[in-house]
């Protein structure tokens, strides 16, 4: 339930009769009837009451008011009652765990000053009970229960109002409950006990009370002192079941042996109790007096620690870890020592080996002269080099440990923020890799090969980077150069088919054309007669006029004329007419009403991609139709070609990876890196639907 601001219009009271009474119970219906009285004197004699309740107090509150004769609909009307769901006003003021002053004021004392406004008693009397600090107690927050207390005794010093608290005693039960039920009774003018206590009539029966409860609780609490030993002790004992436990005497005897002991150290309690600790030790280490140096070292320092080799019953040694504690009587007097023995025979083992492996690669790593291989701390700071580091980067362990790696990156990189992101990423996801330029101690430049991996411990935190680098400058070059390569083959692949293209069309295009004419002059010179003559000549007539046919296709579709004179949108509805003669594969074309002209060079790869598209439809794909569709999307000029077939294997995309178009063709592994080299894209997707590729370039 909300509650609103305190109206500016109602005035703050004086506390001159305030009372502040916490009351304790073990029995709900006690505590409801002790409400039912205090809250229905001050209702029926006119006075406000303010309700901060659970809900079920609440409802049995009212019920109980209600059988009492008094109206609480008119009463709550008048606003002299008010009952609220304590856990919705308490989320109201808390912030952080801990009550809010400001908000606390501002809402229960706008509570109380619209209760004293309503009230009909001359001195505007407002009776409030509130459990509140109860719920506080009951979820463990005590401090912020206290608090709470002691804004009500401040509120009081602005509104005139008897605030009654209640808390159930059970939540009392615990030894370390003693000081703060003492502070919030020190918080209340007044504190009431529970049921078991106000039943006593006389003043007599209280005082004997009291004598009997003081009794009981000198009892309890040697009870709970010598339980509190005897569970200290079990725990410990139960607690250490890969230790030996056992007492000397102060010569160093054993006078006591755990099981713990027995499994450790082989020996019987028979065969050990009695004997000097020091046959656990190895010869030298009794020689050297080892033994009796920790005895002296625990009597004057009251405990001595020690990791060594030491000796079982069968002659096998073991790698413990020793503690010998000094054992004094009540007077301070020495009396003997604890001895606490754990087998650390298996984390020798792994450290011996982990510190072995450490080594290894460390020799490893320092001799790998192709890969700068070195750490970095969370923030970014070398803490290791290597040699492969020194002779890539040429700095010297000595000149860079401790510098930011910052220092390997270009200018623009740096106002970019691009190491800071590079780490950032890497920790997020466990690793980054990338290509990209980095400088060497000298200024100069090389192209790099980065990898850098998150290093976390054992409880996931991150302790650091691993960083490898490798220069592949020339590999990066010799890409380069194996691009410009590629582009010029696909240049000179482009000149030679539109030099083909036109050679046949004006040479051997125009021959066979003449022939045709003097095969059809020839036909008109014949006579009647001659009919087989004339039926033979007509057949060379037709085969000449097909071969003229196939010679001009040919020649349009190595190099279209129209593509220049036209554009590509009008040599694409040319090209996808004689497709689908050719084929018999239906083709739809689309284009967006704002794709334009482009260059030639961009509109000659488009065009090249969509006849290596369809070529691979029509040998592949057994799709009866194909769509292509130009548009501009997202600033860039997109071709689409999409058909309706088996679709390409998933096999050899996933298999192919970067790579895939090498696993379907020269001819579209050539279209992508004319692509790439222009600025743009081609990719492929494909499933049960069929295939799709997509070439995006920009249109500028």
């Known amino acids: 339930m909300s509650i609103a601001r305190m109206p500016d219009s109602v005035p703050q009271q004086s506390a001159a009769h305030h009372s502040h009474v916490v009351q304790f ?61 304590a856990t919705e006003v308490l989320s109201q003021f808390m912030v952080d765990g801990r009550p809010d002053p400001a908000r606390f004021a501002e809402i229960i004392g706008g509570v109380i000053a619209r209760a004293a406004a309503a009230s009909h008693d001359e001195n505007r009397r407002v009776v409030a009970f509130g459990e509140m600090v109860a719920l506080l107690w009951a979820e463990g927050r005590a401090e912020a229960a206290i608090e709470l207390e002691k804004l009500w005794n401040d509120l009081a ?8 608290c209640a808390y159930p005693m059970q939540g009392f039960c615990r030894e370390e409950h003693a000081e703060s039920l003492l502070r919030i009774c020190a918080e209340h003018s007044g504190v009431v006990p529970d049921e078991g206590y106000t039943e006593l009539t006389s003043e007599d029966e209280r005082l004997r009370n009291v004598v009997r409860l003081q009794q009981r609780a000198q009892t309890l609490q040697s009870e709970i002192d010598w339980r509190h030993r005897e569970e200290r002790f079990r725990l410990f004992v139960e607690g250490v079941q890969d230790y030996a436990i056992f007492m000397l005497d102060l010569e160093g005897h054993v006078s006591t042996w755990n099981t713990g002991a027995r499994r450790i150290k082989g020996y019987l309690a ?57 054992i004094h009587d009540e007077a301070g007097n020495l009396i003997g020592f604890g001895k606490v023995t754990r087998d650390l025979t298996e984390r020798k083992r792994a450290e011996t080996a982990l510190r072995r492996s450490e080594a290894r690669f460390r020799l490893l790593t320092e001799a790998v002269q192709d890969y700068a291989i070195f750490m970095l701390d969370p923030e970014g700071h070398v803490s290791t080099w290597n040699t492969g580091a020194e002779r890539l980067k040429g700095y010297k362990a000595s000149e860079i440990i401790g510098r930011h790696f910052s220092c390997f990156y270009c200018q623009d990189d740096l106002r970019a ?30 192209w790099a090969s ?60 125009q021959y066979v054309a003449a022939m045709k004419m003097s095969l059809d002059t020839l036909a008109s010179s014949l006579e009647p007669g001659e009919s087989e003559t004339s039926q033979r000549l007509a057949q060379c007539v037709h085969l000449a006029e097909e071969c003229v046919k196939e010679v001009r296709t040919i020649s349009h579709l190595l190099y279209p004329p129209m593509l220049e004179e036209l554009g590509l949108k009008s040599a694409i509805s040319w090209y996808l007419d004689g497709f689908t003669k050719r084929s018999g594969i239906q083709a739809s074309f689309d284009i967006s009403p704002d794709f334009g002209r482009l260059s030639p060079d961009l509109e000659l790869a488009l065009f090249r991609v969509l006849q290596e598209s369809l070529a691979n439809v029509h040998r592949h794909s057994g799709s009866p139709t194909a769509h292509v569709q130009l548009s501009i999307q997202r600033g860039m000029a997109v071709l689409e070609i999409s058909d309706q077939g088996k679709g390409i294997p998933s096999a050899i995309l996933e298999e192919s990876g970067e790579d895939w178009l090498g696993a379907i063709g020269v001819g579209l592994r050539g279209m992508k890196e004319r692509m790439r080299q222009l600025g743009g894209s081609l990719e492929i997707s494909s499933g049960r639907g069929g295939t799709r590729v997509t070439a995006a370039i920009p249109p500028g």
Not at 64 to 83: C, M, N, S
Not at 157 to 164: A, P, V
Request: hydrophobic share 30%; with cysteine.
């Open 25 to 85: 119970y073990s029995d709900d219906s006690f505590l409801l009837e002790e409400l039912r009285h205090v809250i229905g004197t001050a209702l029926t004699g006119g006075s406000s009451a303010v309700i901060l309740a659970t809900r079920s107090h609440n409802d049995s509150l009212t019920d109980r008011l209600k059988r009492d004769g008094l109206d609480l609909t008119k009463i709550a009307t008048e606003g002299r009652y008010q009952a609220l769901d």
């Open 157 to 164: 010093k602005s509104y005139l109002f008897s605030l009654r």
């Open 270 to 326: 028979s065969e050990i109790v009695g004997r000097h600790f020091s046959c656990f030790y190895p010869e030298e280490d009794v020689r050297d007096g080892k033994p009796q140096r920790l005895l002296k070292l625990a009597a004057k320092d009251g405990h001595a620690e020690d990791e060594g080799w030491r000796v079982r019953k069968d002659g096998s040694r073991f790698w413990a870890s020793v503690t010998v504690s000094a």
């Open 417 to 446: 923020s691009k190491p800071r992101r590079e780490l950032e990423i890497a920790e997020k996801e466990g690793r980054f890799e990338e290509e990209g330029w980095r400088l060497r101690r000298d200024g100069s430049k090389f």
């Open 450 to 509: 980065v990898t850098i991996t998150a290093l976390r411990d054992d409880t996931g935190r991150l302790v650091g980077f691993g960083k490898v680098t490798r220069d592949v400058t020339e590999r990066m070059k010799a890409e380069k150069s194996l691009r410009a390569l590629s582009l010029h083959l696909l240049k000179t692949q482009d000149e030679e088919r539109r030099r083909i293209g036109r050679d046949l069309h004006d040479s051997l295009g």
